[in-house]
């Protein structure tokens, strides 16, 4: 009796055993699916829905009809998240006017999967890691300052007739967003070098 009781139990036993590995493997194939289906996808600040805040400088791009130009370039670069950090920070914002006086067939070649590395230079040459209210700007105009941007180039802040100009573009609008300002300029500001 004892030795079919020893016999029941190691079979019980041995089928519990099975049955926990092949759930352990079933869970972790599921997991490897989860985890390539994830890699798949857009990740980062970025792409995290944020309903009632107020917007960042990316959100408040996409919501704008004249910056769709820009927003499109941004994404073809690949530059989401840097619109996005925490900041603060200030976004140099041309609006579809300004691109559209770049000749088209340079913009188009811009947008090519082959040159997003000088598309994302020439879009991080329109973001300063600091805060640059209107104000400040102004203050940087009269003291000569020049803007450190991104790209790791500075651009030169001047005052004509009450306006403001970065590298010779003007900015014609201000709006203060979650991470910083963006300042709308009617034109792109193209490195110089």
Request: aromatic residues 6%.
């Amino acid at each position: 009796m004892k030795t079919l009781i020893k016999s029941l139990l190691l079979i019980v036993l041995s089928v519990c055993f099975i049955a926990c590995n092949n759930n352990a493997k079933t869970a972790e194939n599921s997991n490897d699916t989860t985890t390539n289906e994830a890699s798949n996808e857009k990740t980062g600040q970025a792409f995290i829905e944020d309903e009632g805040g107020t917007p960042n400088a990316l959100q408040l791009a996409i919501a704008s009809k004249d910056h769709s130009t820009l927003v499109a370039a941004v994404q073809a670069a690949e530059v989401e998240n840097a619109l996005v950090n925490v900041g603060p920070l200030t976004v140099f914002a041309p609006n579809n006017a300004g691109f559209a006086k770049i000749d088209e067939a340079t913009l188009n070649d811009l947008l090519k999967p082959e040159n997003k590395s000088k598309l994302a230079f020439i879009l991080t040459h329109h973001v300063a890691p600091a805060n640059y209210p209107i104000e400040t700007l102004k203050k940087n105009a009269v003291k000569n300052r020049k803007l450190y941007m991104a790209s790791g180039k500075y651009l030169e802040v001047t005052e004509k007739d009450g306006d403001i100009y970065v590298d010779g573009v003007k900015i014609i609008g201000t709006v203060n967003v979650s991470n910083g300002w963006v300042h709308v300029t009617e034109d792109v500001i193209l490195p110089k070098d």
